[in-house]
């Protein structure tokens, strides 16, 4: 099968400041491998065996990251921004998998907690079904199978391709390449696409009209002795209904 | 403009609000509801103005319904389409956004008409901030919530065509081991490095028996002392209890981005600084050693 791994495509919530009155600074924060990341090319690489594997990213990320885990051809949109609208980014990535081509699967982190919803837009945009919430994969001839996990149960789905893959990382990375393999890695050619070379802009649907602090900011502080405030949780979450 | 906003639930995770927060733009939304009858009949109860009820066939996910789900909508043309994180709905919520051309956002709490745009307000960066987005042309957004209970009343129940569902199917299907109920408890207690020896999880464990509740613990707990298994956070488990008590947790955006569907957060930390009292619906500067005993008194008086 010819399998695109999706990898460092979003930036890290958490080189993001909150200052002042909600105001959020980026700094220069670039696209980082994703919580899934790792698990996208585990699954991605067991899909590919005997066929090819092709690493994608957006921004100028280092593709020797995917490489070094055993991405055979690797691309990026260079010039691809974080964006805010999951539907252009979305675009943007079916444009380049349309570029790349012949394309069985795609591996994309599931991004449940920051992008839910791209694996879905990436799918429909290519006309192609999607599962999500993926924990492991195997081909079967021209069909994947697929193991995830849905509301406390493991379900086992068969699935034709072309097919989008969202795949959650059930942990941290049980062993990152060393040090060799990333200087080798960057020894390997990497494609460099460009929006104008994919025929999309990243033109947004949505403008953001700023950011503010949430407005139930911080909690009702109980003071007292240990007693005391013990007898005051107590009451106030019985009177919330929680207890 | 009726029927303005859409929802699409694949099962009743924060049905009511999404449906409460669609209604803004001036009429009661319709739910395309893809799953069992339960759920055609919780979406007519959900203050929805119609609900669409796509069966799925026995043996196939509710995600071999996109084509079908982006026809209904494509035909439809609301300026607004609503889902719940949960992986089926948007998956689905992508294939429709995908067909009506919306621009997608995520994290949504609120939604506002605001002039001819429609404004979205959504939770980001784990909740540290609220940014608003407004969109001129039809936008899509999965959303945040909370279980709210439903207005009554019943919308009528219309069965939609199936169409050509694509080539899904399920193969298998059991209960997942381990995870200790946390995903589905209705109270979960947590702990972090608050709790100084692996012998004081007795106590954590004897609170979250009086309370009926589950035991979960933070990212560094499980994978620096392997206390336990799985832990609370954006790359563990995220849960949705009505009541989580945090003894000794920080509060890192980590661990904070797994609680942000949580209805009452309870913290106990010795640091008044620490960001859990942010996300916390009621906080306690105190040592949990001292305070954990009085709680367990008070909730036996």
Redesign the interface.
Same mark, same amino acid.
């Given at each position: 099968m010819k399998v695109v791994a999706l990898y460092k495509w979003a930036r890290d919530?958490?080189a993001?400041t909150?200052r002042a009155g909600?105001v959020?600074d980026w700094g220069n924060a670039k696209m980082v491998a994703g919580?899934d990341d790792h698990a996208v090319i585990e699954v991605a690489k067991t899909l590919a065996e005997g066929g090819e594997l092709v690493g994608l990213t957006l921004g100028d990320g280092d593709a020797a990251w995917a490489v070094a885990r055993g991405v055979d051809v690797a691309y990026s949109v260079a010039d691809a921004p974080y964006l805010?609208?999951?539907?252009?980014t979305?675009a943007i990535m079916a444009a380049a998998v349309k570029h790349i081509g012949g394309v069985d699967v795609v591996v994309i982190g599931?991004a449940?907690?920051?992008?839910?919803?791209?694996?879905? =837009? =990436?799918?429909?945009?290519l006309g192609?079904?999607?599962?999500?919430?993926v924990g492991s994969a195997s081909a079967d001839g021209a069909k994947v199978?697929v193991e995830?996990?849905?509301?406390?149960?493991?379900?086992?789905?068969?699935?034709?391709t072309p097919v989008v893959l969202?795949v959650a990382?059930a942990?941290?990375e049980a062993k990152p390449p060393g040090m060799m393999q990333m200087l080798q890695a960057r020894k390997k050619p990497v494609t460099t696409l460009s929006l104008a070379d994919l025929g999309v802009a990243a033109d947004?649907?949505?403008?953001?009209?700023?950011?503010?602090?949430?407005?139930l900011?911080?909690?009702?502080?109980?003071?007292g002795s240990?007693?005391e405030?013990?007898?005051a949780?107590?009451?106030?979450?019985r009177s919330?209904?929680? =207890? | 403009m009726s029927g303005a906003a859409w929802v699409i639930a694949t099962d009743t995770k924060y049905l009511v609000s999404m449906v409460t927060a669609g209604a803004a733009l001036g009429a009661a939304p319709t739910v395309v509801a893809v799953g069992p009858r339960d759920l055609a009949e919780a979406a007519a109860e959900s203050g929805a103005g119609q609900v669409v009820w796509l069966e799925p066939t026995a043996g196939t996910p509710a995600e071999a319904y996109g084509p079908a789900v982006a026809a209904l909508v494509t035909a439809a043309g609301p300026r607004l389409l609503l889902a719940s994180s949960a992986a089926a709905a948007r998956t689905l919520l992508g294939a429709a956004a995908a067909a009506l051309g919306a621009a997608t956002v995520s994290g949504a709490i609120a939604v506002e008409a605001s002039g001819d745009k429609v404004a979205v307000k959504c939770s980001r960066l784990g909740g540290a901030v609220v940014e608003t987005f407004e969109a001129a042309g039809p936008v899509a957004a999965v959303c945040q919530g909370y279980d709210a209970p439903a207005p009554g009343g019943a919308a009528p129940i219309e069965s939609a065509d199936l169409g050509q569902p694509a080539a899904l199917t399920i193969a298998d299907e059991h209960p997942a081991p381990g995870g200790g109920g946390l995903t589905e408890a209705e109270r979960v207690v947590g702990f972090g490095r608050g709790i100084k020896v692996r012998a004081d999880m007795a106590m954590v464990e004897e609170l979250a028996a009086a309370l009926n509740a589950a035991v979960g613990c933070t990212m560094p707990v499980a994978d620096d002392y392997k206390w336990m298994d799985q832990y609370i956070g954006r790359s563990g488990l995220s849960i949705a209890p009505k009541l989580y008590l945090a003894l000794g947790i920080q509060g890192s955006p980590q661990h904070t981005q797994g609680i942000r569907d949580v209805k009452v957060v309870a913290a106990i930390n010795t640091d008044p600084e620490a960001p859990i009292f942010r996300r916390a619906t009621y906080g306690i500067v105190a040592d949990l050693y001292e305070v954990v005993p009085e709680i367990l008194a008070a909730l036996k008086s």
């Open positions: 919530p958490e993001a909150v909600g959020v919580d805010a609208d999951e539907a252009t979305a599931d449940e907690q920051q992008h839910p919803a791209v694996p879905g =837009l =990436l799918a429909g945009l192609w079904p999607a599962l999500s919430a199978t995830r996990k849905v509301v406390g149960n493991i379900q086992t789905v068969s699935a034709g969202g990382a942990g941290e947004q649907g949505v403008t953001s009209a700023g950011t503010a602090l949430p407005e900011e911080g909690a009702k502080m109980l003071e240990p007693a405030v013990a007898a949780l107590v009451a106030a979450l919330d209904g929680v =207890l | -």
